[in-house]
């Protein structure tokens, strides 16, 4: 390898951050929040859904068609 790829590559844990320590993104923080919670809802309604649906076809199939 050249002395220069070498240079160029840091090691490990040594590069230097720029981040600022407590410093929170609360509008980051808050969009996470909506999309965990959307993600919640709609999870949930597909379960009931799903509920409903077994639900219906448990009471079609109970009460068969009288024209069969």
């Keep these: 390898m050249s002395e220069e790829l070498m240079a160029a590559a840091p090691s490990g844990g040594g590069a230097p951050r720029n981040r600022m320590a ?21 999870r949930e309604a597909e379960a009931k859904l799903q509920h409903h649906l077994m639900e219906t076809r448990n009471k079609s199939a109970g009460a068969q068609d009288p024209a069969l």
Excluded: D, F, V
């Design 22 to 42: 407590g410093l929170i993104h609360s509008e980051g923080s808050e969009a996470t929040r909506q999309m965990r919670e959307q993600a919640k809802r709609r």
